[in-house]
């Protein structure tokens, strides 16, 4: 079976090259050096052969950029069944019929950690009013107004397309659940979001390539889901998507919920890029 490593930074390694041990500046062989990576530096060892894989990682030191990475690796590959291997003290084993399953699976037993990243989501909450005529934001507000809260699909997505170019991202709340889930992921947001945030149908807001980005995000989810109100906000984020440098991103983003539709409740959230965003203290702000 083929084996490839993903690394702290999302990035793609052959198990076999001599690439990752110049990089780390060790002389262990490709075996040794897998088993040193997954237990020591937070790596994941993946293997596939028609259809099936084998996945390799210690839960207590795995990287969340390693995970994202993994996720979207799957979700290109067909996938028959998987061999979760997790080292716990002993190496512990399951074997899944689904790659969903098997996502599942690794998200309920990795914690990713977040630690660190407080400074890095900046939001500044602003009154509605502010949106003026004509503007992107405020026509579709203005349509979620003359649907009375429902989700007119037709109406809505023809102010999203013209309007919005497509920047938006459509979340499904489910019954007895505390989790809000990716339903449809609009096709403006962007290079990075495009390859990435495709993959997250079906996945939990959490569960993004960038897990405390989208903790974060998901806490403005799930109040506006309670209080049943639109949220304007202007935001200053720092993210990191797997194999790129981190990156800031300034946008305005508006969401708004509507009524139950069946079992589940909808939360659409839309954006529009603006440079000139700040949220940030600057060195001469620091030093006055």
Not at 47 to 61: H, I, K, T
């Given at each position: 079976?083929?084996?490839?490593?993903?690394?702290?930074?999302?990035?793609?390694?052959?198990?076999?090259?001599r690439?990752?041990?110049e990089?780390?500046?060790?002389?262990?062989?490709?075996?040794?050096?897998?088993?040193y990576?997954?237990?020591?530096?937070?790596?994941?060892?993946a293997?596939?052969?028609?259809?099936?894989?084998?996945?390799?990682?210690?839960?207590?030191?795995?990287?969340?950029t390693a995970?994202?990475?993994?996720?979207?690796?799957?979700?290109?590959?067909?996938?028959?069944?998987?061999?979760?291997?997790f080292?716990?003290?002993?190496?512990?084993?399951?074997?899944?019929?689904?790659?969903?399953?098997?996502?599942?699976?690794?998200?309920?037993?990795?914690?990713p950690?977040?630690?660190?990243?407080?400074?890095?989501?900046?939001?500044?909450?602003?009154?509605?009013?502010?949106?003026?005529?004509?503007?992107?934001?405020?026509?579709?507000?203005?349509?979620?107004?003359?649907?009375?809260?429902?989700?007119?699909?037709?109406?809505l997505?023809?102010?999203?397309?013209?309007?919005?170019?497509?920047?938006?991202?459509?979340?499904?709340?489910?019954?007895?659940?505390?989790?809000?889930?990716?339903?449809?992921?609009?096709?403006?947001l962007?290079?990075?979001?495009?390859?990435?945030?495709?993959?997250?149908?079906?996945?939990?807001?959490?569960?993004?390539?960038?897990?405390?980005?989208?903790?974060?995000?998901?806490?403005?989810?799930?109040?506006?889901?309670?209080?049943?109100?639109?949220?304007?906000?202007?935001?200053?984020?720092?993210?990191?998507?797997?194999?790129?440098?981190?990156?800031?991103?300034?946008?305005?983003?508006?969401?708004?919920?509507?009524?139950?539709?069946?079992?589940?409740?909808?939360v659409?959230?839309?954006?529009?890029?603006?440079?000139?965003i700040s949220l940030?203290?600057?060195?001469?702000?620091?030093?006055?």
């Open positions: 079976m083929h084996t490839v490593l993903f690394d702290d930074m999302g990035d793609v390694w052959d198990a076999k090259s690439s990752l041990a990089v780390l500046g060790a002389s262990l062989s490709a075996d040794e050096l897998t088993k990576v997954v237990r020591n530096l937070g790596f994941i060892a293997a596939e052969n028609d259809g099936s894989v084998s996945l390799r990682l210690r839960p207590a030191v795995v990287s969340g995970l994202g990475a993994l996720i979207y690796w799957l979700h290109d590959r067909p996938v028959a069944r998987v061999l979760l291997s080292l716990e003290g002993d190496w512990m084993h399951e074997l899944v019929a689904s790659r969903d399953e098997a996502i599942r699976r690794l998200l309920a037993r990795v914690a950690r977040t630690e660190g990243r407080e400074g890095d989501f900046l939001k500044q909450q602003l009154p509605l009013h502010v949106l003026q005529a004509n503007t992107p934001l405020r026509a579709l507000l203005d349509a979620w107004a003359d649907c009375r809260g429902r989700y007119d699909r037709e109406r997505h023809s102010v999203i397309q013209q309007a919005l170019n497509g920047r938006f991202v459509l979340f499904e709340a489910l019954p007895g659940s505390s989790s809000v889930y990716v339903k449809e992921v609009g096709k403006g962007g290079q990075s979001g495009n390859y990435w945030l495709s993959r997250t149908k079906g996945l939990r807001v959490e569960d993004q390539p960038d897990y405390a980005y989208g903790k974060w995000v998901a806490q403005v989810y799930r109040e506006v889901l309670d209080t049943r109100n639109p949220a304007l906000d202007n935001v200053d984020a720092v993210v990191n998507f797997p194999q790129q440098p981190r990156k800031c991103y300034r946008y305005r983003r508006l969401v708004l919920p509507f009524e139950q539709v069946g079992n589940s409740t909808l659409l959230s839309a954006t529009v890029i603006d440079p000139h940030r203290v600057q060195p001469s702000q620091e030093a006055s």
